[in-house]
């Protein structure tokens, strides 16, 4: 298995002097595209009625808890990066910690897997999942993740988005009345004035 991760890495892994335009992309895929995803949960909140909002709740839950477990299984088992490894061409700075599970790709499609779970916003959830996919091909472009460190966060992803979806009687259903609450008492002033919806 190893031996089919480094040859598959190598494969997709950028030359030592990449285009300049592909290493621009990559690293503008690599790194900023995750911010755009809580970026949506808020609009989803802020805009959306109820079934938009209980969606974008459960979704951030399980991006949370799929970070929590990538973060056990990384502390359990210390899997090597590959420029930690000395293997192809690293073109990303990265902190030389465990590499599987990916936690952005864990984050991007436990978002998006929990909202593929309802109804009201699955062609949303299915849309970002597919939005993941050249983020997954970036890092491992940019030499900072194997491609099984994908393969394993699309799994705790699943895990992740599933069990918030199993949760959703009645641990959800509390946690979205108490946002609720709270996001009427801060944005009291705002509601008032028809600019956010109560």
Known sequence: MEHLND?????????????????FLARLLARYVIWAYPLILALCWLRG???????????????????????LIGLAWQHPRPFV???????LHHAADSSFPSDHLTFIWAVSFALM?????????L???????????????LGVHFPLDMVGAA?????????CARARHPFVDVVFGWAVCLYRFLFAALIRRGWLRP
């Open 117 to 125: 779970f309802h109804a009201a916003s699955r062609r949303l959830g």
């Open 85 to 91: 490894m000395g293997l192809g061409h690293v073109f």
């Open 49 to 71: 009625g109820e079934q938009i909002r209980r969606a974008a709740l459960e979704a951030a839950l399980a991006g949370i808890l799929g970070l929590l477990i990538s973060g």
């Open 127 to 141: 849309v970002l999942a597919i939005v993941g996919l050249p983020v997954a091909w970036s890092r491992i472009y």
């Open 7 to 23: 040859t598959l890495f190598l494969l997709i892994n950028a030359p030592q002097h990449p285009a300049a335009w592909t290493l």
């Open 155 to 163: 799994v705790v992803a699943g895990l992740a988005a599933w069990l």
